[in-house]
């Protein structure tokens, strides 16, 4: 009997352990570590929190730590840090405009070099070309679409019925921008008919103004720019005339950081910003907004802006997989369009805006559709080999005209020069 109980004893342990063993085995987890910028003022955070903690309850064997790295640059640094660190993380959302210093460094690793199956390599074609500009080089796919925008014109309908416009005709072209703004500007300075920030990202509300003249900043290559063509020169001038000719908006430099309050306080009629901000415009404003495409001069433009999906090179094969997944999760239509209508970013596909989210919420709030909309009209943001000392090149050259420091002409002719240098190893 003694026998027959430490037998039986003997066999329950083992099968205890057993169990355990299996039960260890299936809590393994695959985990991720994941650099995200806030660039945008609101609570993405707490979005991202719990797509995160909803795709875990999704897929168990996987677990994904979000770290919240700043603006765009402070995400770079530190995931690249990290990687020279010897602690990589596997995935980041960092800067579109990213891709060829991500790529010079043997950062990232191409997408097409991951997907396997034919619903995987279907999924890359799934997002609006205009959006891919800044993730395909080289043919292949670097980064994927998700924390996108274009600039949009806000503007204060309110205003524009106090001073005899239409509200529900918002500037088309550059000359109607001009006679608008004239009307909006109050004379004792208590409101300007518009403002465009010239801090924080110039280049990306320059890159607007030279599309809208017909040219683009850079070659698609990301080894050449065009900094002193004469269309790229006429626009800045444009830029600084706002200002110092026209006098519908501040002289000098305007801060990014607090136009959205300025135009939610009406101390500005009109306000180009990031359609990241749409949602929180919306939910603060208490005056009757719109929002429109940007004017035109010889035809509508804005630059694509935002963050892409990348994955480290740096990374298991196992890794790479449930980066993967995630990733595709994430942009899923459904997701996609959540994500859109609560930030306010562009819906990255076009069967986002085919799910019952867009849809209803298109026809609630129109101007939700606006950058979509846009797309039709953008191009590509300035993106090029060494593309942090040239972009600063281009943002030292709009500060200098915008403060009059410098021509335009002058300005630009000087970038343009330094930029030929930087990149000419790479032609």
Do not use: C
């Not at 529900?168 to 465009?196: E, F």
């Not at 901000?277 to 907004?289: E, H, I, R, S």
């Amino acid at each position: 009997m003694l026998r027959t109980m430490k037998h039986l004893t003997g066999g329950v342990a083992m099968a205890a352990a057993l169990v355990l063993g299996l039960g260890g085995a299936a809590q393994a987890k695959t985990e991720l570590t994941m650099y995200y910028p806030v660039a945008v003022g609101g609570p993405l955070t707490k979005i991202v929190d719990g797509l995160v903690a909803d795709f875990e309850k999704e897929n168990q064997d996987i677990k994904v730590n979000a770290i919240y790295a700043g603006n765009y640059n402070d995400a770079r640094i530190k995931a690249l840090a990290a990687l020279k660190s010897g602690n990589p993380a596997q995935l980041s959302v960092m800067f579109s405009i990213d891709i060829y210093e991500l790529i010079e460094q043997g950062a990232i690793v191409a997408f097409d070099d991951i997907v396997e199956t034919a619903e995987e390599k279907a999924w890359l074609k799934k997002f609006y070309p205009a959006l891919m500009e800044n993730g395909i080089t080289q043919g292949k796919t670097w980064g994927i679409p998700f924390q996108r925008s274009t600039i949009v014109m806000y503007y204060n309908k309110d205003a524009f019925r106090d001073a005899g416009l239409d509200p529900d005709s918002p500037p088309a072209t550059w000359g109607d921008l001009v006679s608008a703004g004239k009307k909006l500007t109050k004379a004792d300075g208590s409101r300007w008919g518009m403002m465009i920030p010239s801090t924080g990202y110039p280049y990306w509300m320059f890159g607007a103004l030279t599309k809208q003249n017909g040219q683009t900043l850079m070659h698609g290559d990301g080894n050449k720019t065009y900094f002193d063509a004469p269309a790229t020169v006429e626009a800045l001038q444009f830029w600084k005339d706002l200002g110092n000719k026209y006098a519908v908006m501040p002289k000098g430099t305007i801060e990014w950081g607090t136009l959205r309050q300025n135009f939610l306080e009406g101390k500005t009629a009109i306000m180009w910003h990031s359609t990241g901000n749409l949602t929180t415009v919306k939910k603060k404003a208490k005056f009757d907004f719109g929002v429109a495409m940007l004017p035109a001069k010889k035809s509508r433009g804005t630059p694509t802006g935002g963050g892409n999906f990348y994955i480290f090179k740096k990374t298991s094969p196992a890794e790479r997989k449930a980066a993967l997944t995630f990733i595709r999760w994430m942009t899923a239509p459904e997701r996609t369009a959540l994500w859109s209508k609560q930030t306010g970013y562009i819906g990255t596909r076009p069967d986002a805006y085919q799910t019952t989210i867009l849809k209803d919420y298109v026809v609630e709030f129109p101007p939700a559709a606006v950058a979509r909309d846009q797309l039709d009209f953008a191009t590509a943001e300035l993106s090029t080999y060494q593309t942090g000392r040239v972009r600063k090149l281009l943002d030292d050259a709009i500060q200098a005209a915008l403060t009059g420091s410098k021509s335009p002409g002058d300005a630009l002719g000087s970038a343009q020069k330094q930029a030929d240098r930087l990149l000419k190893r790479y032609r």
